[in-house]
C-alpha cells in the first residue's frame, strides 16, 4: 500500500485492491446527469472550465478541466452531485477511482450543517496520469470554518463535489467511479 503525504498530516492510501463494495456513483446511466459544474463567477470570479461525462475504452468517466483563476478574489471551479438522503450511517469513507495530472484536487461535502455558501468540508488528493483507488476517509475532510463539526456524520451529508481550488493552475481530472466503505 502506497501512501501519499498530505497536509496536516491526512493520508490517503492508494489501494491496488478492488475497490468497495457499495457504489455512490460510476458514472453510467441517469445518476451521472445529476452532476452540475459551478465556477467561482457566481461571486464574481473569472475561473472558466466544464465538466462533463465522457466514455472512453468502454469506461464510463467524469471529467472536470478549465482554468482556475485567483483573480478577483476568485479560485475555482468544481462539480458537485446533490445527495438529499446523505451517505449511509456507518460509511467511513469515500474510495475514488480517478487520474488526474499529478496536480493536488480537492473532495469537498456539504453537509445539513453548512449552510452558508463558502461552508463545506475538504479533503485533499492527488491523482496521477494512470487511473488508480484513492480512499479518503471521512475523518481527512476538513471544515472550511471553526463553526462546523470537526468531522461530518455520514448523514448528514448532503453534496460531494471534485474541485479544482485555491491556486492559478489548469485542471484537468476525471473520477471513474466513487463507492463507500
Known amino acids: 500500500?502506497?501512501?501519499?503525504?498530505?497536509?496536516?498530516?491526512?493520508?490517503?492510501?492508494?489501494?491496488?485492491?478492488?475497490?468497495?463494495?457499495?457504489?455512490?456513483?460510476?458514472?453510467?446511466?441517469?445518476?451521472?446527469?445529476?452532476?452540475?459544474?459551478?465556477?467561482?463567477q457566481v461571486m464574481g470570479g473569472v475561473s472558466e472550465g466544464r465538466s462533463g461525462v465522457e466514455v472512453r475504452g468502454g469506461e464510463s468517466f467524469l471529467r472536470l478541466t478549465g482554468t482556475v483563476s485567483t483573480e478577483n478574489r476568485g479560485g475555482f471551479i468544481?462539480?458537485?452531485?446533490?445527495?438529499?438522503?446523505?451517505?449511509?450511517?456507518?460509511?467511513?469513507?469515500?474510495?475514488l477511482r480517478a487520474r488526474g495530472d499529478g496536480q493536488q484536487y480537492f473532495m469537498h461535502l456539504r453537509t445539513t450543517g453548512t449552510v452558508l455558501p463558502w461552508q463545506y468540508y475538504q479533503a485533499p488528493f492527488t491523482p496521477g496520469p494512470?487511473?488508480?483507488?484513492?480512499?479518503?476517509?471521512?475523518?481527512?475532510?476538513?471544515?472550511?470554518?471553526?463553526?462546523?463539526?470537526?468531522?461530518?456524520?455520514?448523514?448528514?451529508?448532503?453534496?460531494?463535489?471534485?474541485?479544482?481550488?485555491?491556486?492559478?493552475?489548469?485542471a484537468d481530472v476525471s473520477l471513474a467511479r466513487i463507492t463507500l466503505y
Open 130 to 170: 494512470d487511473w488508480g483507488e484513492i480512499r479518503v476517509p471521512l475523518s481527512a475532510f476538513i471544515a472550511s470554518g471553526a463553526l462546523l463539526r470537526a468531522t461530518p456524520r455520514a448523514g448528514d451529508v448532503r453534496s460531494i463535489a471534485l474541485v479544482a481550488f485555491g491556486r492559478d493552475h489548469r
Open 1 to 40: 500500500m502506497k501512501q501519499i503525504a498530505l497536509p496536516l498530516a491526512l493520508s490517503v492510501a492508494l489501494l491496488a485492491s478492488p475497490a468497495p463494495a457499495q457504489m455512490l456513483e460510476d458514472f453510467t446511466g441517469s445518476s451521472a446527469d445529476g452532476w452540475r459544474f459551478i465556477s467561482d
Open 78 to 95: 468544481q462539480t458537485r452531485r446533490d445527495l438529499p438522503g446523505g451517505l449511509p450511517e456507518g460509511t467511513k469513507g469515500v474510495a
